[in-house]
């Protein structure tokens, strides 16, 4: 039995996708999650 490979993606391509997409994502170690009721103005970088 496969498993399906899983896709890492580089912060680059995180930010490519997200500039593209009208739906908001978060970036947690090289997975690409959407986030469920968010909206753009909401989605401001934080600093930690």
Do not use: C, W
Not at 13 to 41: D, P, V
């Amino acid at each position: 039995m496969s498993t399906n490979p899983i896709k890492l993606y580089s912060v680059k391509e995180y930010f490519e996708i997200e500039k593209a997409s009208n739906i908001k994502h978060e970036y947690i170690y090289g997975g690409i999650f959407a986030m469920g009721g968010t909206r753009t103005l909401q989605n401001k970088p934080h600093d930690y």
